[in-house]
T-cell receptor
Framework: TQLLEQSPQFLSIQEGENLTVYCNSS?????LQWYRQEPGEGPVLLVT?????EVKKLKRLTFQFGDARKDSSLHITAAQPGDTGLYLC???????????????FGKGTKLSVIP | KAGVTQTPRYLIKTRGQQVTLSCSPI?????VSWYQQTPGQGLQFLFE???????NKGNFPGRFSGRQFSNSRSEMNVSTLELGDSALYLC????????????FGPGTRLTVT
């Protein structure tokens, strides 16, 4: 069972278009992280959101954490080819139930921005 | 600071063999986590080591094991390889632990034939 569901799985858009990708869960998370992974590389952290309702901006990228801390969205304005990659959301999860947490990841949204 | 390095970058093994992958974390980072990434399952957590102790383990069979050395470098071992073990194995280091900001290496691409 995937704790974090990301949608859409794939997205192909033209340069200059806007887009939103989503990360949803039935569980409450204390925080959520967004990563971008380019082919042949490991994921790179973009942002961490920690407060319900929080909005963070990173240039043309806007991240929002849901009020109930069960979901998050990433909006990209005027997408560029350099935005191409796999966008992953991740949140702390206790695998052992002993209070020690590790990141659990969604399966990601694969974005292609066509010039 | 130098980033997380992983060796080797690519590996081809035969079913039944065993393999050892290596990870050098960012200097000063004591937490090292390992993940398996496949197109079907995405990124799945294998285990985390902190100061040479395994702190967390994901839902993988005992064929997957790891260790961490006193200099924080880590290795993971997979014994009796199966075709389904073909994946990108990612190592990540963190200053604070496995649920905090992770710095990933480029991964080791393992192909089992």
């Amino acid at each position: 069972t995937q704790l974090l569901e990301q949608s859409p799985q794939f997205l192909s858009i033209q340069e200059g278009e806007n887009l939103t990708v989503y990360c949803n869960s039935s569980s409450v998370f204390s925080s959520l992280q967004w990563y971008r992974q380019e082919p042949g590389e490991g994921p790179v952290l973009l942002v961490t959101v920690v407060t319900g309702g929080e909005v963070k901006k990173l240039k043309r990228l806007t991240f929002q954490f849901g009020d109930a801390r069960k979901d998050s969205s990433l909006h990209i304005t005027a997408a560029q080819p350099g935005d191409t990659g796999l966008y992953l959301c991740a949140g702390p999860h206790s695998y052992s139930g002993a209070g020690s947490y590790q990141l659990t990841f969604g399966k990601g949204t694969k974005l292609s921005v066509i010039p | 600071k130098a980033g997380v390095t992983q060796t080797p970058r690519y590996l081809i093994k035969t079913r039944g063999q065993q393999v050892t992958l290596s990870c050098s974390p960012i200097s000063g980072h004591r937490s090292v986590s390992w993940y398996q990434q496949t197109p079907g399952q995405g990124l799945q957590f294998l285990f985390e080591y902190f100061s040479e102790t395994q702190r967390n383990k994901g839902n993988f069979p005992g064929r997957f094991s790891g260790r961490q050395f006193s200099n924080s470098r880590s290795e993971m071992n997979v014994s009796t390889l199966e075709l389904g073990d073909s994946a990108l194995y990612l190592c990540a280091s963190s200053l604070s632990g496995g649920s905090y900001e992770q710095y990933f290496g480029p991964g080791t691409r393992l192909t089992v034939t």
